[in-house]
């Protein structure tokens, strides 16, 4: 069974500043990877997915995501976050190509951008 | 992009009532949906796989006679919350998959927040 680990229970950053946030999932085959967000009040949004190919993908609103195969991680990236920016940000994996296989999600990582 | 509605946003019962949620994709057709379950400030955590036309598949501690999902066609999966407690007061969220070669993703609904008196 899969499992996915985000380390950060809360961010906070100033408006500017960088972010990264981890996630490690644990698997023995081939995944795909997702990061969701979800704002105040909000249901979750797609960011961005890795399903092949670059591991770099670009999301919307500026997010960016590294799949590093040999680390199982795939951490989401912004070099620069807006207040707006201010949400519970979810990473999901599931197995790929083994039917009706539903996502599994990390417990989630709130961030908070303050001015 | 893919949409996913669900009906109703929110629900108030009395405890002992039955109350029905309703999941559709309204663009496309998902013969997979999945019901997730989101206590404050947690994750989503998976209560059953609805497969079109056939039973669900629920998590382990899921009660299936509880939570009756049924899963009509290829646009519309219903959770039924039966006799209903307070400690079924929770956010509800359906999804459901676009299957394709490279299109595996899940779009979710807007949730359903129920609060059992």
């Keep these: 069974a899969q499992s996915v680990s985000q380390h950060n229970h809360h961010v906070i950053l100033s408006e500017a500043a960088s972010l990264e946030l981890g996630c490690n999932y644990s698997y023995g085959g081939t995944v795909n990877l997702f990061w969701y967000v979800q704002y105040p009040g909000q249901h979750l949004q797609l960011l961005l997915k890795y399903f092949s190919g670059d591991p770099l993908v670009k999301g919307i609103k500026g997010f960016e995501a590294e799949f590093i195969k040999s680390k199982f991680s795939f951490n989401l990236r912004k070099p620069s976050v807006q207040w707006s920016d201010t949400a519970e940000y979810f990473c999901a994996v599931n197995a790929r190509g083994s039917g009706n296989t539903p996502l599994v999600f990390g417990k989630g990582t709130r961030l908070s951008v303050i001015a | ?117």
């Design chain 2, 1 to 117: 992009g893919a949409v996913v509605s669900q009906h109703p946003s929110w629900v108030i019962c009395k405890s002992g009532t039955s109350v029905k949620i309703e999941c559709r994709s309204l663009d496309f057709q998902a013969t997979t949906m999945f019901w997730y379950r989101q206590f404050p400030k947690q994750s989503l955590m998976l209560m059953a796989t609805s497969n079109e036309g056939s039973k669900a598949t629920y998590e382990q501690g899921v009660e299936k006679d509880k939570f009756l999902i049924n899963h009509a066609s290829l646009t519309l999966s219903t959770l039924t919350v039966t006799s209903a407690h307070p400690e079924d007061s929770s956010f509800y969220i359906c999804s459901a998959r676009e299957a394709g070669a490279f299109t595996d993703t899940q779009y979710f609904g807007p949730g359903t927040r129920l609060t059992v008196l």
